[in-house]
């Protein structure tokens, strides 16, 4: 019976932290982002909201220093006046780089939408969060509480309009999953 006992606590003692991501697996993220600059009708410091949703299809390793994740997938980002921008999670890149920062980047395309009134976009839209050298141990799509707090340094977001390239930049002020373990 004791190494039977022995066992089941090796195994509920392993963390769900363990499970690798890979294609298949399916996550929600909310973000908030203040603006960087006034973008039509938002004003500087604006504070927008964004909901991403996506499910990782295939993954490549690109180099010895970042992991891509195809996937299918939306982004909404929504001001309080009801503008806002649409469009596809393309990519999401997991790099672990020992020369500047370790970050996790949504490559987001096909941007359309009225935000703050404005109406003419151009790809890509991104959002990027990111540790200091080092901090990521794997190349894993982050997910929970615990896999988001490692990104400590900022957190940052654009997109841009064809008015040579104008970018409204931002600054996630939280990020909240809503994404399971994998399984």
Do not use: N
């Not at 999401?92 to 003419?120: C, K, N, Q």
């Not at 490692?150 to 390239?165: A, N």
Request: net charge negative.
């Amino acid at each position: 019976m004791k190494p039977f006992v022995t066992a089941l606590a090796i195994a509920c003692a392993t963390p769900l932290a363990a499970q690798t991501p890979g294609p298949g697996w399916a996550g929600t993220l909310d973000v908030t982002i203040r603006t960087g600059v006034a973008h039509g009708t938002l004003a500087e410091g604006a504070e927008i909201a964004g909901t991403l949703t996506y499910r990782l299809t295939r993954e490549m390793q690109m180099g010895s220093e970042t992991r891509s994740y195809l996937t299918d997938g939306t982004v909404r980002i929504t001001a309080p006046d009801g503008t806002g921008l649409t469009g596809r999670v393309r990519t999401i890149h997991v790099v672990r780089s020992p020369h500047w920062a370790d970050y996790v980047s949504f490559d987001m395309a096909d941007v359309e939408g009225d935000l703050g009134g404005v109406t003419s976009y151009e790809d890509p839209m991104l959002l990027s969060h990111f540790a200091a050298r080092g901090a990521l141990d794997s190349f894993d799509v982050p997910y929970g509480a615990a896999g988001w707090a490692q990104f400590d340094d900022r957190q940052t977001f654009q997109v841009h309009t064809p008015d040579t390239m104008w970018t409204l930049p931002g600054t996630i002020v939280t990020t909240e999953d809503a994404c399971t373990a994998p399984t």
